[in-house]
């Protein structure tokens, strides 16, 4: 099923106060992790890639938010693991930000790319070693990341580490045999 747009009510005419009042609630449900009715809403014909205004997704909000079990369910309804928001970015990126190792695994275990690259080129391992998430970039490695991927500016999960002084993914980055 293609994602679901709500950021633009005009174009979507069919589309009533309450339906966007409902839209805004399922958002908030995914924000604060709400598996158990997201679950139940899914299962009635929620659009799995309901996307808000800035384009993220059902998922792309459970994932940065942290809630690996809304992000499970998601993912068990069909939610695209790799649907970009309107910067590009992904939700393995935007839980690699935010340091959250549990939904990292849960969408690498349901076919996340492992790179989850943003437009500028950095990776989800770039993304975690400049912010010294040292258990996503084991992760991220387990999974077979690119140590030697280079961001649009020429920098790799290394060189990003120590340009943002994360001394520890650093660390692991030069000890990493495929280096």
Do not use: W
């Not at 709500?6 to 609630?25: C, G, I, M, V």
């Not at 060189?159 to 980055?173: C, D, I």
């Amino acid at each position: 099923m293609p994602p679901t747009d709500t950021s633009n009510p005009s174009a979507h005419p069919q589309l009533d106060d309450a339906t966007l009042e409902f839209a805004a609630k399922m958002f908030d449900l995914a924000r604060h992790g709400d598996a158990d009715n997201l679950d139940a809403f899914l299962a009635k014909g929620l659009p799995p890639n309901l996307r808000d205004h800035k384009g993220d997704s059902l998922l792309m909000l459970a994932a940065y938010h942290g809630h690996d079990a809304a992000v499970k369910i998601l993912l068990q309804h069909k939610a695209d693991a790799g649907l970009r928001n309107n910067n590009g970015q992904t939700p393995i990126a935007g839980a690699a930000f935010k340091g959250h190792a549990a939904v990292v695994q849960c969408l690498l275990d349901h076919g996340a790319d492992v790179e989850g690259a943003s437009p500028d080129g950095k990776t989800a391992l770039m993304i975690a070693a400049m912010f010294n998430r040292i258990d996503i970039v084991e992760l991220l490695l387990a999974h077979g990341a690119d140590i030697n991927a280079r961001s649009d500016n020429g920098a790799t999960a290394l060189e990003a580490a120590r340009a943002m002084g994360a001394p520890e993914t650093a660390a692991l980055l030069e000890r990493h045999p495929a280096r």
